[in-house]
């Protein structure tokens, strides 16, 4: 049995399903990160977990208790809210006692706690500070340090990094899964950016319109992606419509616009139209004789440990991803022989345009 | 940013139009003279001390005093409730209460005096100082349930859902979340209310009997009677004690921010 367990859980406004029979299981000390665009259900599903939201349908078990008859100020949960949500007219020391008070915590266990939970997000020289006298980061922490405090079953985080700006972001990516390492608590967060989702979780669940649409591990999310839909979202795609015309354990065959290409080994879906999807990165440069196909760069740009190139090949448009080797890159004009291995090829199946 | 000449020469004209009674007022107190001469022809005390020797006058300052602090805070402990329902609920009727509410503004004071005469001698309550205090009360509650309304638009609904989930019960939330972060409100719309409940005429007028007479009323009647520069003088008292009022108001709170609605934070 997992730890936290979302089943069939279902959240209807009138005649909108916000989220529809979401099922979900969360291992202990686990980080689990909610996917997925604006509106797809993921902030919802999150406020039913928190006790903000009621479900209309389903159950949420915490360590086997079912939380659906619980009030959010008594399932004892960590929240980290988007705008950190801190009390202005506390100091940080006060922000923080705050849940322990509401505990009638002994004051000298509160200090002792208050004081290790700073150390942990290493904000104990700022205890006495104002919120409003501090920047965007530190109230972060603060607003981590006061979840963490009531060492909670489970930490919820909505969106906590999408008020920082860049360079900020990346370092809180880091620091903040060393703080729920540390602090050993079972972690479900909501973001829409795929790069944090993929640089702090142990399980990526994609939602899209109410619906899980895949639940695994980063590195197989973005290498196996079981839909358009996730190949798209997570990070670049080339997409283009192809024919299956066989398959079987040793190899497949497609047909994209007009030619016949080896695609990779295990496709199970059965021949007819299939969409082949080739991520930017696994595009090589070739020389002419050993390409696959040829292209003419139609867009460079540079970005600083690489490149991407934009080029009109057979098969339509195809982004280019390339690794910045310190020579000069093919240029503006430039025809290119483009190639790749077989096994890079993913073929999902065709979906409808979405309205 | 910089302004054009045509700019600070209508704000001058703005200031001179608004300053220039309250000159003359402040101006015609210090006359030693015993009618209203202005500019004065030397400087007297007379007339502040004459104020010591009308006690209609000390006696209608504290009523007025007490009238303003009694219905001003009337008003808040209504306005408070009454703004986090219409700033938060979204239940029918929403708006139309609100209307309700800011309705003494909408409505002429003569007849709301009128209005008040009548009602408060149907519930008995005529020529009391409790019918004068409930009748301010509505006259002044637009004045704080505008700020309060403001202050509880530009808070957090995060920060509530917060400390309940640290585990604190509704009335905990309020009492330690939502109220702190409404206080500069709630006290901006406190000292707008005092204000304009301290010098209230129209009303009063109709619904004060002798033993509730307050000091607009009074200096109303002396100078139905007669004009001589004691009802300058005390003006001046008033004015000093409005100022005194606002320049606390602005260390503690801000006027920028109590009477724009923003400023320092």
């Known amino acids: 049995?997992?730890?936290?367990?979302?089943?069939?859980?279902?959240?209807?406004?009138?005649?909108?399903?916000?989220?529809?029979?979401?099922?979900?299981?969360?291992?202990?000390?686990?980080?689990?990160?909610?996917?997925?665009?604006?509106?797809?259900?993921?902030?919802?599903?999150?406020?039913?977990?928190?006790?903000?939201?009621?479900?209309?349908?389903?159950?949420?078990?915490?360590?086997?208790?079912?939380?659906?008859?619980?009030?959010?100020?008594?399932?004892?949960?960590?929240?980290?809210?988007?705008?950190?949500?801190?009390?202005?007219?506390?100091?940080?020391?006060?922000?923080?006692?705050?849940?322990?008070?509401?505990?009638?915590?002994?004051?000298?266990?509160?200090?002792?706690?208050v004081a290790a939970a700073l150390d942990l997000v290493h904000l104990s020289h700022l205890a006495d500070r104002y919120p409003r006298a501090m920047s965007g980061g530190q109230r972060q922490r603060v607003a981590l340090a006061r979840a963490l405090v009531i060492e909670p079953e489970l930490l919820l985080l909505d969106e906590p990094l999408s008020n920082l700006d860049a360079k900020l972001r990346e370092e809180m990516q880091l620091e903040l899964r060393r703080i729920q390492r540390e602090a050993g608590v079972t972690?479900?967060?909501?973001?829409?950016?795929?790069?944090?989702?993929?640089?702090?979780?142990?399980?990526?669940?994609?939602?899209?319109?109410?619906?899980?649409?895949?639940?695994?591990?980063?590195?197989?999310?973005?290498?196996?992606?079981g839909s358009l839909f996730v190949s798209n979202f997570l990070g670049k795609s080339n997409v283009y419509d192809a024919r299956l015309i066989a398959a079987d354990a040793t190899g497949s065959r497609l047909v994209v616009a007009g030619r016949e290409i080896a695609g990779p080994a295990g496709v199970t879906l059965?021949?007819?139209?299939?969409?082949?999807?080739?991520?930017?990165?696994?595009?090589?440069?070739?020389?002419?004789?050993?390409?696959?196909?040829?292209?003419?760069?139609?867009?460079?740009?540079?970005?600083?440990?690489?490149w991407?190139?934009?080029?009109?090949?057979?098969?339509?448009?195809?982004?280019?991803?390339?690794?910045?080797?310190?020579?000069?890159?093919?240029?503006?004009?430039?025809?290119?022989?483009?190639?790749?291995?077989?096994?890079?090829?993913?073929?999902?199946?065709?979906?409808?345009?979405?309205? | 940013m910089r302004n054009g000449v045509f700019a600070k020469l209508c704000c001058l004209v703005f200031a001179a139009f608004m300053l220039a009674p309250i000159v003359v007022v402040v101006g015609v107190s210090f006359t030693p003279t015993g009618f209203l001469e202005?500019?004065?022809?030397?400087?007297?005390?007379?007339?502040?001390?004459?104020?010591?020797?009308?006690?209609?006058?000390?006696?209608?300052?504290?009523?007025?005093?007490?009238?303003?602090?009694?219905?001003?805070?009337?008003?808040?402990?209504?306005?408070?409730?009454?703004?986090?329902?219409?700033?938060?609920?979204?239940?029918?009727?929403?708006?139309?209460?609100?209307?309700?509410?800011?309705?003494?503004?909408m409505v002429p004071t003569v007849v709301l005096g009128i209005a008040f005469l009548?009602?408060?001698?149907?519930?008995?309550?005529?020529?009391?100082?409790?019918?004068?205090?409930?009748?301010?009360?509505?006259?002044?509650?637009?004045?704080?349930?505008?700020?309060?309304?403001?202050?509880?638009?530009?808070?957090?609904?995060?920060?509530?859902?917060?400390?309940?989930?640290?585990?604190?019960?509704?009335?905990?939330?309020?009492?330690?979340?939502?109220?702190?972060?409404i206080v500069p409100g709630i006290l901006g719309g406190w000292v707008l209310a005092f204000i304009t409940s301290f010098d209230e005429l129209t009303v009063s007028v109709f619904i004060v009997n002798p033993s509730t007479t307050t000091l607009p009323v009074r200096l109303y009647s002396h100078i139905a009677q007669t004009t001589d520069p004691l009802v300058a003088s005390v003006s001046t008292v008033t004015i000093l004690f409005t100022v005194v009022l606002m320049i606390v108001v602005d260390r503690f709170y801000g006027l920028d921010r109590l009477l724009i609605g923003e400023g320092k934070k």
């Open chain 2, 118 to 181: 009548r009602f408060l001698t149907v519930v008995g309550l005529s020529g009391t100082f409790t019918g004068l205090a409930l009748c301010h009360a509505v006259i002044i509650l637009p004045f704080v349930l505008r700020l309060v309304l403001a202050s509880i638009s530009g808070l957090d609904r995060a920060t509530e859902r917060a400390a309940e989930s640290l585990g604190a019960g509704g009335w905990t939330v309020f009492r330690r979340v939502t109220l702190p972060a």
């Open chain 1, 1 to 113: 049995m997992a730890f936290l367990e979302l089943h069939g859980l279902t959240k209807r406004y009138g005649t909108i399903t916000a989220v529809d029979s979401m099922t979900l299981n969360v291992e202990k000390n686990s980080f689990v990160s909610l996917l997925g665009p604006s509106g797809c259900g993921k902030t919802t599903t999150l406020q039913m977990v928190a006790g903000f939201e009621t479900p209309t349908e389903g159950r949420i078990l915490l360590n086997g208790r079912d939380l659906s008859a619980i009030p959010a100020r008594e399932r004892g949960l960590g929240i980290v809210f988007q705008s950190y949500a801190l009390f202005m007219h506390m100091t940080v020391a006060e922000n923080v006692a705050f849940g322990l008070e509401m505990r009638k915590v002994g004051k000298a266990e509160r200090a002792r706690r």
């Open chain 1, 308 to 355: 991407l190139l934009r080029a009109g090949t057979p098969f339509g448009e195809m982004l280019i991803s390339r690794r910045n080797s310190g020579r000069a890159e093919a240029a503006v004009g430039d025809r290119i022989g483009l190639g790749w291995e077989a096994h890079h090829i993913r073929v999902l199946p065709r979906e409808e345009a979405r309205a």
């Open chain 1, 270 to 306: 059965p021949p007819g139209d299939v969409a082949l999807v080739l991520r930017p990165e696994r595009v090589e440069v070739v020389a002419p004789d050993a390409a696959l196909i040829e292209g003419r760069v139609i867009e460079r740009i540079f970005f600083g440990n690489q």
């Open chain 2, 38 to 105: 202005f500019p004065p022809s030397g400087i007297s005390l007379r007339w502040f001390r004459a104020i010591l020797d009308a006690p209609e006058f000390i006696e209608g300052g504290w009523i007025s005093l007490k009238l303003g602090v009694i219905s001003a805070t009337l008003a808040a402990v209504i306005a408070v409730p009454a703004a986090l329902a219409i700033g938060r609920g979204r239940f029918r009727g929403r708006e139309a209460l609100l209307a309700l509410f800011m309705s003494p503004l």
């Open chain 1, 187 to 225: 972690t479900l967060m909501v973001t829409h950016d795929q790069s944090e989702a993929l640089a702090m979780s142990d399980r990526v669940v994609v939602m899209e319109r109410g619906h899980l649409r895949q639940e695994d591990a980063p590195f197989e999310v973005y290498e196996q992606p």
